[in-house]
């Protein structure tokens, strides 16, 4: 079993380890209940050492992928033996759930991108030195520390703001929560960008808030549409992601960002800006927030989407007295954030090992979407822009049948994300939300193989 150990890699070698073990049990369709070749074997075969195999296939016996058998290594587990199938924002609920699918369209990083080595030495760390944070509620504006971290992230975003102005959330979903309860009312009008961030739309419908749409171009949203909508509706806010739009990759370009800031200023439109993938963005650009953060701005970030999914932790950046009014809803509706969680990730950012994680994660992103844009460009399929980083990619079978498309993609154990999801009125479409660390799987490639036009398709 040859696994292709890249040593200069920013990866590290047991997650290599993990993602080759985890490729073989897919591609070669090896049954439940096969015995795995023993650790000591595939360290030799590549020149491994046998603790690192096996800690990789622990990793995968939390995954459910695999088994352990006592005195007898590891084996492929039975599907009843896996976690079960994992809610994923956009998924399609009306596609049968089954364990081992791929989840082309998910909203997050695989679970076999996560790495475990420095996430585990925070959580011991914490628990061993930081008592308060195993059993006390955190303060009402989020831990001192995590905050300080915070205020040192945003920096280097040009977004210059005191620590005050800064609110911890459970999340970023919880801290758009914090914004709609507080900031609008039943009635109210708000513009979103239209394909767009669907529990966004699931939470406005929840409050009583009326949506209007605002069309996303690959330089951010149409301001010459914006500027009718506004005149017309008169919203009460706008809901905006800057960099690696979701779900199309898309990002502000300068010129747009200042018409938007200019055009709401104008109108007296408060500005909502989604940025929970900043991490992943090294580069030029302008953020909204970095114009100025005052009441016309709040900015909402997140450490969900790159550290952990479970490790819920974001934050909000406003204006004082709009922070004061969040904290307040904060503490009445969930008596705060997690301390725990909070500590973890201020460990995280305080040794820099969070920094290095991201740099893996971008490094790994850029080639996996280079190589999923060949793939698609192959396949002839449209794409709606060429994002340059982030987790998506929006495009489409040139396939007149999409029915069509959705057939092949459960032939080859694919699931694709909701027609339905990313439009604020429901209306289905036949784009895709991709995901890039889930595009160059054996079975993504086999699968926009499969929708080429002049290929013969197979039943």
């Known amino acids: 079993m040859e696994l292709r150990i890249d040593r200069q890699a920013l990866v590290p070698v047991v997650q290599q380890i993990v993602d080759g073990l985890a490729d073989w049990l897919r591609r070669d369709g090896v049954l439940p209940g096969t015995r795995l070749p023993s650790a000591r074997q595939i360290a030799r075969v590549n020149l491994l050492s046998q603790s690192s195999v096996v800690e990789a296939c622990e990793r995968l016996v939390a995954q459910g992928m695999l088994a352990p058998r006592q005195g007898s290594g590891f084996i492929v587990a039975h599907p009843a033996q896996g976690p079960g199938c994992p809610w994923s924002e956009g998924a399609d609920v009306t596609q049968e759930c089954v364990t081992g699918k791929l989840q082309l369209g998910c909203g997050s990083l695989p679970e ?45 975003l040009d977004i210059e703001v005191d ?107 408060l500005v909502i800006e989604d940025d929970v993938f900043a991490d992943l963005h090294r580069g030029p650009g302008t953020r909204l ?12 970030g997140s450490y969900s989407k790159t550290l952990s999914s479970s490790l819920r932790v974001g934050f909000v950046v406003a204006s004082v007295a709009v922070v004061s009014r969040l904290a307040e809803v904060k503490m009445t509706s969930s008596m705060g954030a997690s301390r725990f969680c909070e500590s973890v990730l201020a460990c995280l950012l305080a040794s820099g090992a969070y920094r290095k994680l991201v740099q893996r994660q971008r490094q790994r992103l850029n080639t996996d979407r280079e190589a999923a844009l060949q793939i698609l460009e192959d396949a002839d399929w449209e794409v709606f822009g060429k994002p340059v980083g982030g987790l998506f990619i929006w495009a489409r079978s040139r396939m007149s049948d999409y029915a069509q498309v959705r057939t092949q993609a459960r032939r080859f154990g694919v699931l694709l994300s909701s027609a339905t999801a990313f439009n604020p009125g429901g209306e289905a479409t036949d784009w895709q939300r991709i995901n890039v660390a889930c595009a160059c799987d054996p079975r993504a490639r086999a699968f926009f193989q499969a929708t080429t036009l002049n290929r013969p398709q197979a039943f």
């Open 112 to 156: 076999s991108w996560r790495e475990t080595d420095d996430l585990s030495y925070a959580i011991r760390q914490v628990s061993r030195t930081d008592m308060a944070a195993l059993f006390s509620y955190s303060t009402p504006l989020g831990l001192p520390a995590l905050r300080s971290q915070i205020l040192k992230r945003l920096q280097p």
């Open 289 to 300: 927030a970095a114009l100025g953060i005052d009441d016309n701005v709040i900015y909402v």
């Open 163 to 269: 620590e005050r102005r800064i609110l911890t959330t459970t999340g970023a979903t919880h801290g758009l929560d914090l914004i709609v309860r507080t900031l609008l009312k039943p009635g109210d009008c708000v513009v979103v960008e239209s394909p767009g961030y669907s529990l966004l739309f699931d939470l406005l419908r929840l409050n009583g808030v009326t949506m209007i749409e605002v069309p996303r171009t690959p330089r951010g949203p149409d301001t010459q549409a914006l500027e009718a909508l506004l005149l017309k509706y008169r919203p009460r806010a706008l809901f905006i992601n800057s960099f690696y739009h979701n779900p199309t990759g898309s990002s502000l370009a300068p010129a747009v960002a200042q018409q938007v800031l200019q055009l709401t200023r104008d109108h007296g439109v």
